[in-house]
T-cell receptor, first 114, second 111 residues
Framework: NAGVTQTPKFQVLKTGQSMTLQCAQDMNHNSMYWYRQDPGMGLRLIYYSASEGTTDKGEVPNGYNVSRLNKREFSLRLESAAPSQTSVYFCASSGGLAGGHEQFFGPGTRLTVL | GIQVEQSPPDLILQEGANSTLRCNFS?????LQWFHQNPWGQLINLFYIPSGTKQNGRLSATTVATERYSLLYISSSQTTDSGVYFC?????????????FGKGTKLSVKP
């Protein structure tokens, strides 16, 4: 059981470039989440998917898009990267709706936008 | 929305000392999680504790849901305990299941 995996681990982009962060879980969880963590802060929600086929905006969705490809995979896309998107990105998953289940996190992707 | 406050923001301990970290939240919750973010950035699940007390080795946690707080106890601290400790609670807005995180307690354990 790998849990939650994320690729890549590190990425450097130039302003205006695009990229997709990949996330997969092997725990048969229904819900998946993308968070970002900025220095000295806790995590903030970007987008989430309560179940396969649904996605919703979180607290800081501007500049991002997501795709719930299937039950296992949830990707985050930056269409035109900006320096303000320099952050560490975490993917998480949990068993059910309404946060009633424990969330597990991937190792994170450290993104720098120059 | 729900607010989560953690204290103290920073804590420096000598190896072998005990400590208590506090998490206050502004509204009723049905669960609460404690995480340790190690110096490499990895988030490690410590406890999933909506109420009551749980223990795991040198760590234990107590949540008093009716009084809206949780405590994390670290006994006989080791240098490997260094890092940031976060508590997080669900944000029950509509169908959202995401967690709301506190700003964390940064723990440094000196040898």
């Amino acid at each position: 059981n790998a849990g939650v995996t994320q690729t890549p681990k590190f990425q450097v982009l130039k302003t205006g470039q695009s990229m997709t962060l990949q996330c997969a879980q092997d725990m048969n969880h229904n819900s998946m989440y993308w968070y970002r963590q900025d220095p000295g802060m806790g995590l903030r929600l970007i987008y989430y998917s309560a179940s396969e086929g649904t996605t919703d905006k979180g607290e800081v969705p501007n500049g991002y898009n997501v795709s719930r490809l299937n039950k296992r995979e949830f990707s985050l896309r930056l269409e035109s990267a900006a320096p303000s998107q320099t952050s560490v990105y975490f993917c998480a998953s949990s068993g059910g709706l309404a946060g009633g289940h424990e969330q597990f996190f991937g190792p994170g992707t450290r993104l720098t936008v120059l | 929305g729900i607010q989560v406050e953690q204290s103290p923001p920073d804590l420096i301990l000598q190896e072998g000392a005990n400590s208590t970290l506090r998490c206050n939240f502004s509204d009723s919750v049905n669960n609460l999680q404690w995480f340790h973010q190690n110096p490499w950035g990895q988030l490690i699940n410590l406890f999933y504790i909506p109420s009551g007390t749980k223990q795991n080795g040198r760590l234990s946690a107590t949540t008093v849901a009716t009084e809206r707080y949780s405590l994390l106890y670290i006994s006989s601290s080791q240098t490997t305990d260094s890092g940031v400790y976060f508590c997080a609670v669900p944000h029950y807005g509509g169908s959202q299941g995401n967690l709301i995180f506190g700003k964390g307690t940064k723990l440094s354990v000196k040898p």
